[in-house]
């Protein structure tokens, strides 16, 4: 698989020197082999793969279901979309998207202010590492959301062990929150890796300054760690939870088999002396 990197964009803006940027997040991942057209020397790796899109626009698509796409209108990007959906699995009903401008400044590169990205030039390397940071904050912001409602449905059974009542849920339902929560720590560790740097920076290390300080604008790193806590306090209220309920099962069948054993003796009583013989 080859990717191909135009060395500019076209604008897509009010201002000559702007360029639209807008980052979904489509779905559990997107086939980049069936995409990928080798054509010219790869300046970056595969895998995340830029190709260009319409007149002058670019597309970044990374495989775990992230695509950026750079100085398209709303129906060009629309369009893109819809002919990449055969190559998307699982797809998203309701896509998440984040959008920004990305404004040429030199003294400024790097930051975001207002919904303004401040680049030196618009060069295929910083447009990589631009589409790197909006893909893993539009894939946080999509499990944040997740997180959170998975949290306000565990709340209820913390707020219940609190007042020493026992918590009035099955025990499936608890399996599937627990699986919800493995599934969002393995998409967001495991296939997105958030907080691992592009391969890009290896071979283009001046450009780390520039890739840290978007990745800072962005909060990429705190957003990650407070989505870890939250999920590892769900994860460990949830095991709590299914830990008594366990535990109550077995006090229950302690009782029975005590209950079974009283049965049994009295049966035998009876048979001694209360029955005729």
Avoid: C
């Avoid at 589409?131 to 409602?149: F, P, T």
């Avoid at 890739?211 to 407070?226: G, K, P, Q, V």
């Amino acid at each position: 698989m080859t990717t191909v990197i135009s060395e500019t964009v076209t604008t897509a803006s009010d201002r000559a020197d702007d360029v639209a940027v807008r980052a979904y997040f489509l779905g559990q991942s997107i086939d980049l082999g069936a995409l990928a057209k080798p054509s010219g020397p790869a300046l970056v790796p595969s895998s995340p793969l830029m190709v260009p899109v319409g007149e002058g626009g670019q597309g970044v698509l990374f495989s775990y279901g992230a695509v950026v796409l750079f100085g398209l209108s709303a129906d060009a990007e629309q369009a893109f979309i819809t002919n990449l959906r055969p190559h998307i699995a699982n797809p998203i009903d309701h896509p998440e998207t984040e959008a920004a401008t990305i404004r040429l400044a030199p003294n400024s590169s790097g930051k975001v202010q207002n919904g303004l990205i401040f680049l030196s030039s618009l060069d295929g390397l910083r447009l990589h590492l631009v589409a790197d940071v909006m893909a893993k904050s539009v894939v946080l912001a999509y499990y944040e959301i997740g997180a959170a409602a998975v949290f306000d449905r565990i709340e209820p059974y913390a707020v219940e062990l609190q007042h020493q009542h026992r918590p009035s849920v099955q025990g499936d339902q608890l399996l599937k929150q627990i699986g919800q929560t493995l599934m969002i720590q393995h998409k967001i560790v495991g296939r997105v890796e958030i907080i691992d740097k592009p391969e890009l920076l290896w071979e283009y290390p001046e450009l780390d300054s520039l890739y840290h300080r978007l990745e800072d604008e962005y909060e990429i790193r705190d957003r990650h760690s407070a989505l870890e806590r939250k999920l590892d306090l769900v994860s460990r209220t949830t095991e709590t939870v299914l830990d008594l309920q366990r535990h109550q099962t077995g006090l229950r069948l302690e009782w029975y088999v005590v209950l079974l054993i009283v049965v049994e003796v009295l049966l035998s009583l009876y048979e001694l002396f209360v029955r005729p013989h």
